[in-house]
Each structure stands twice: as C-alpha cells, then as structure tokens.
C-alpha cells in the first residue's frame, strides 16, 4: 500500500468518525428547545460535550495509527513519537455549543425567521462546529507530531475538493516547518486531513 492509499483510507475513517459522531449528536438534539434556548442550552451542553471529548480521543487514536504506518510506508527508519491531542477546554466546547445554538436562534429570531427556521439552522451549525472540534484533534495529533519529529519536513493538506476555500489552502502545496509550519485553519463543516511530508 502506498502513502497516498493510506492517506485515503485515514480520510475515511475520519469521515467514518465524523458520521457517528454527528448520529449520536442527533440523538441529544431533542433537549434543545428554540422556544427556550437559554435553559435548554445547558442541558445539551451536558451530553455534547462528553461526547465531544470522548469522540476526540478517537480522532486522535486513528492519527496516531495513520502516523506509524505511514512512516513505515515511507521507507522511513524508527519510530513515530506520536503526540496526541488532548482534550478540547470545556470553555472551548460550551463557547462554541452556545454560538451556535442560543447565538443561531437569537440571531435568526431578530430576522424575522421562524422557530422552525431558527432551529434547523442552529441543528445545522451545531453539526458543523462539533464535526470540526472532534476531527481537530486528528489534525492537532499529525501536526504536533509533524513539529516534534525532525525527520518529517511539514504537512499537507488532503481535501475532498469540495470547498474553495480549502482547495486554495492546499494549491499551496506543503507547509514546511523551515518556513514556520502554519495552523490548520479548518473550519466547520471543515472534512480535510493533514499528512506528514518526509520527501
């Protein structure tokens, strides 16, 4: 198996990842209620962000067996010192939880928008910002390695093609860290990955 075949199947696994993850947060979604956003949010937030952080760590875990089998893949010699991401700030996840959901409906009930229209487009921020905390620490996982590891030059992103924005990110090829390796910049709704660049 090539680097470029193990790269895919890491992609699909995260996106495996991803599916589950945004299944179970369909299940919690009932506790919010847009007609009483600012009591419910707490409720909600009591089982995303367990959920958060228990999907985290397995983004992490699939990183970190992608890493050592890509190097093996590579042809490079020795070990992979794998640094897992750690878990996301509670702070973090609530900030994030509550803007897009008491944030989403407020903002939308100034417009004129409907309950209904006001909790679809909550459900479907949440989705987005939860997906991006969750694979994040995937990414967190390659590049923390990628910057502890002097035998791996940078990073690269692999994306769908899907957005724009992210096709922009990785025309410009690889981010080498004798140029000062950059941040990601996923954001939500975000499906790329980040492979480490040997050669």
Known sequence: MTTAEL??????????????????????WPAFRPDDPIETFTVLLAGVEPLVQRDRTRAAGLASAYLQAHRQE???????DVRLAESAPAEQVARSLHFTTVG???????????????????????????GRL??????ETVL???????????WQ???????????MLAGR?????SEGTSS??????????????YR
């Open 104 to 130: 989403a409906v407020q903002i939308a009930r100034r417009a004129g928008k409907t309950l209904d229209y006001a909790a679809s487009s909550a459900r479907v921020q949440t989705m987005g910002s939860v």
């Open 7 to 28: 790269t895919r199947r890491y992609r699909r696994s995260t996106l495996a990842l991803r599916a589950a993850t945004l299944r179970d947060l369909q299940r919690l």
């Open 134 to 139: 969750v694979l994040n620490a995937g990414r």
């Open 144 to 154: 923390s390695t990628v910057n502890a590891d002097r035998r791996i030059l940078g």
């Open 157 to 167: 992103r692999v994306t769908s093609g899907g957005c724009e924005w992210c096709r």
């Open 74 to 80: 590579a042809g490079v010699p020795g070990p992979v």
């Open 173 to 177: 090829g690889a981010a080498y860290k």
């Open 184 to 197: 990601f910049d996923a954001h939500d709704h975000c499906v790329c990955s980040a492979e480490p660049v």
